[in-house]
């Protein structure tokens, strides 16, 4: 029991990230007014003089600090760390109460950086886990911005929850197509839409499926083609529910809905399976090793839920680039589903490539 949710002290950390003016502070306010959400410590990571979304940022009673030496993603992963360490002691001598952490980027961060950075910083990846990667995209400029902006279609390729924003500034039409365009980038991530940040509080925290009272439908979501769960009932229409698993059995293609798409967009590669046979141990690891050493620096996202064949209970994994969450195993998991699922999503790799390393986890070795 050494791992238990309830002895896991570390502190949540959500990712708030997406387009330059997408509504980024609009939805972080939201949030933050919504008490039942709990008290989080806020960082701000604002370019030049002024740190303008602290201003924006509304008195919440929520500590808010401010970091304002420039982008998140290249020069002050080290500030980070410590502005990070420096919450937590405060909060440990009880000059600060709060039960998480959401980092707010600029527009321009790309959120792997920031990711890794919580998992090999030595202190963090003792003190703080990963809560999820959430992504403010607008239908209004964001088909625009991931034509022109590369950083933003990583924004959307990283996260494990879209928010379209600006919802009831296009036509319910451009918004399905707006979505179905992101999904495409995206399958493993959940979408959602919103007006300024309402009606999906709820919906922003505890999206990673990395503890071992995760619940099977947690999980699922979690790892699999979760597409357009659920959305605020807020003008635009509901796109259609997708079984989350729709897109997973064996090497299933791609869905080739023809909706706008970019050179950038192109640049971003998805696959995902499902086995239905527990992996041998040595498949997995080499199949791992492999992918990380070839590859490594293109993987944006690689979530799953895995069998081994020397293990009863599956294990929950993460990871970015080269750098893995420790896995997590599940305390309890149906009897009757054994299969493993696993998504990959990639930079530069196309989704024929990543198929290919996965097909490695079929491999048997010959007695
Ligand atoms: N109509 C409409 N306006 C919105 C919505 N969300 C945000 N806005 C407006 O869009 C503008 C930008 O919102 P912000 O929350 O400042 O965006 P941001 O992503 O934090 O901006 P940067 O930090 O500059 O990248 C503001 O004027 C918001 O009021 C929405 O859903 N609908």
Redesign the pocket.
Known sequence: MTDSKANDIRVPVTILT?F???????LLNAILNDASNGRAAVIVNEFGEEGL?HD?IEESGDEITLMQSGCLCCSVRGDLSKTIMLLLSRRAYKQLEFERIVIETT?LADPGPILQTLLVDRHLAKTTKMDGVVT?ADAVNGPATLDAQFEAVSQAATADLIVV??T??VSPSEVTAFEDRLSRLNPAAQIVH???GQGISDKIYGLSALTPDAKTSDVLAWTSDAKATASAPLGATQPAKADPLANLSGFASTKSTPVASSMHDDRIGSASIVLDDPIPDVVFDRWLDTLISLRGPDVLRIKGIVFLESVDLPFVFHGVQHVFDPPVQLKEWSKEDRRSRIVVIARDLSQPEIQASLEMLKMREKA
Not at 20 to 26: E, M
Request: aromatic share 0%.
């Open positions: 997406g330059l003016g997408a509504g980024k502070t609009t979304d924006l527009g403010v924003s600006k009831d500034l919103s007006v300024k």
